[in-house]
């Protein structure tokens, strides 16, 4: 019996997908999300990519995130945090990211569970058990049966078993920045009924700019039941990670030292539990059931040393005061008392912030096939809950920095700096899908979801957060494919799903009082959701040694929600509905394999994302600002997305040996966020080469020598506005703030098989 036809995701066995290791003619779709069930591979309306556990192993990637990067077609990432596991993924120009202020737009699943984080809907790539993952599917377009978020793609990791990893393997690499990893898991079954899995994995480093350290343990198990006609699964995912990335320093401290950091420290730490329970029935050939219930606790908590507009005061000596609107304002402890000043609460402001989030929820389907002939046709009915409670607390003591401009805490705390807040959200939702065979070479797919989403605000130290949200919409979807021949596949689709505003943007959207994230809210003005529509079209095809997709899409949204930069320092801002943004993009991409001894793959990605109305937003430390505002007009660029993309990759067997290969990655230039009026030069395009070198021992060992970054280019993927001079002395004028991305590094491993 196959598993996982279940729960909030859909999983297609696709022969079309860039890693696919071999050709399949019928898509497995799991689904609490599910178009649906048996479907052939040519019904598919869009490019979807696939991976599985074996392709992961041998490319080496870091984690899930760093494989999307170098390997999957329209994936970029931006390094905003210069920590390993802490990207900011980007899929044709919507990110999935771990930190607050972006406008989340790609819906996650691991084994059914969304696993955007409900109080943000960030995404913490660090708790995705990477030696855990079985298969992992890029589902692209605004497709309404992954829920709420899914406006450029969805993302569904399918975990391993005893039944489909049997055996025992591990992993042990060491190397630059003081690197060290190791990676290890058991499984096997008994009977074919009775299946256990069990993996590790341990990372450690220094890192590679200032002050950088990474620490990394997660633990996934399995334990799985099954008979002719049904199966159970239990699994546990455990994660605790502590992950220090000190973001965008000064282009000028960088030109100094371009492993240096601005302040510190920037840490976040992340403790999750997941328990999820998978079932599934065959009830007939063609009738089957699934269903999925799961409990998930996750914590963040995180400690920011930042620079200080907190300062002694001109009209009050003595005494602390901060600058809003030109006006001094004194600032006051929790008991109500001005803070006197002191070079020991001037110059730095330690946040802190601790969000606790406990979710629960279940899905249920149910998959029909059925048809006269060889002509089949699927029906998919199903329904989704997901509800989390949300505890979030912040604060912010006055402190000073040290010669290393770490923050030293002063003892005082800002007595309006507290936040206190509870939240719950409960977001129902229900699906349906149908295929319909219209001829032996002809299929029309038509789905939909409504989905029902209530957020509750009640401020724990007053009312001025309290609010209460309800939010509902139905999403269509219709897609066509026809074989053109044996070998050619055309295929078009349309396409709408939403977002609503997240509690944290809910509380963070009054621009008369930007916030700096994450550690303080505001008043909630209402938002308007978002509403993401996409259009497909494309033809994809098949050789004797390899497959090849060309593809065109745009994705309109209305209202979207982006995070507007504002206020003196660079974490500043409030979150807006700005209207019309609008992404077009033309996708290439072709892969094969020349006997068992050559594999390649190469795509290309024109991505043009842009606003559709003019638009005025505040940049005070945008050298082009007019009067501290930056001006849009329609057609100007989105910052922080490159408008082409190139991958490629081989990888050339030598021998019973040896094995060598590599991979490139060239992004084009991009705007940086504050230029939103597209005024300034943008951050330069580069290229990026990467070599694998593996010396089998004998059938159970294997050495490895990864080399990433190899002509050791200098380059960017993410910049913003801030004010250097403030810490670092009138010398430094250039505001324009950048994030460098990793230098040449080496690490030498072991993989065994047992």
Known sequence: MQRRQLGLTISFLLSVSSYAQEATEVIEVVGQTPLAAGIDADQIASN???????????????????????????????????????????????????????????????????????????????VIPESAIERVYLIPGSNPLFGLNALGGAISVETKTGFSSPG???????????????????????????????????????????????????????LGWQSAATSIDLNLTLADTDLVGNGAAPV??????RQAIFTRPDQTQNKLQLFNIIAEHEISDTLGLTGNLYVRNSDIITLNGDDSDFEECEDDPGFVCIEEDGAETLVFDPSGNPVPASDALEGAAVNRSSTLQDGMG??????????????????????????SEIAFDASTELGTLDASRLAIPGGVFVGDSFTRLQADTATAGFYLSGT?????????????????????????????????????????????????????VFYTSYSESNRVPSPVELTCADPDDPCRLPNAFLADP??????????????????????????????TNQNDILFISAGALTNEGFFDNVGKTQRDGIELNIDGQHGDGLTWFASYTFLDASFRESLSFPSANNPAAIDGQVFVEP??????????LLKGGLRVAIGNKITVGGDILVGSDFHMRGDEGNDLAKIGDYAVINLRGDYRVNERVRIFLDIDNVLNENYVTFGLFGEPGEVLGDGFADSRFLSPAMPRAAWLGFQLDF
């Open 436 to 488: 319909l065979t219209l001829s032996d070479d002809v299929a029309l797919t038509l789905s939909g979801r409504y989905n029902q989403t209530d957020i509750v605000l009640r401020d724990q130290l007053g009312t001025a957060l309290n609010g209460d949200h309800s939010f509902d919409r139905f999403n269509p979807a219709i897609s066509l494919t026809a074989r053109l021949t044996s070998k050619l």
């Open 48 to 126: 979807v990519q696939l991976a599985t556990a074996a392709v992961i192993r041998e490319t080496r990637a870091l984690d899930l995130a760093d494989f999307m990067k170098r390997n999957l077609a329209s994936v970029f990432v931006n390094e905003a945090q210069s920590n390993p596991l802490q990207p900011d993924v980007q899929y044709r120009g919507f990110v999935g990211s771990p930190l607050l202020g972006l406008p989340q737009g790609i819906a996650v699943y691991q084994d059914g569970v969304r696993i955007n984080e409900p109080f943000g809907d960030t995404v913490n790539w660090a």
């Open 252 to 257: 000028e401290l960088l030109e100094i030292d």
């Open 168 to 222: 025992t393997r591990a992993e042990l690499f060491g190397g630059s920045f003081g690197r060290v990893g190791v990676q290890a898991e058991t499984g096997g079954g008994t009977n074919d009924r009775f299946s256990y899995f069990l993996t590790g994995a341990y990372l450690e480093e220094d890192g590679w700019r200032d002050y950088s350290p990474t620490e990394s343990i997660q633990v996934f198990g399995n």
């Open 635 to 644: 057609g100007d660029q989105l910052p922080l997305i490159p408008r082409q």
């Open 526 to 555: 209402p938002l308007e959701q978002v509403v993401a529509e996409t259009f497909e079209v494309g033809i994809r095809g098949e050789s004797e040694n390899g497959r090849w997709h060309a593809g065109f899409f745009r994705t």
């Open 362 to 387: 279940f899905g249920f389907q149910a998959a029909w096939t059925g048809g006269r002939g060889e002509r089949e046709n699927a029906l998919v009915v199903g329904l989704a809950y997901d509800a």
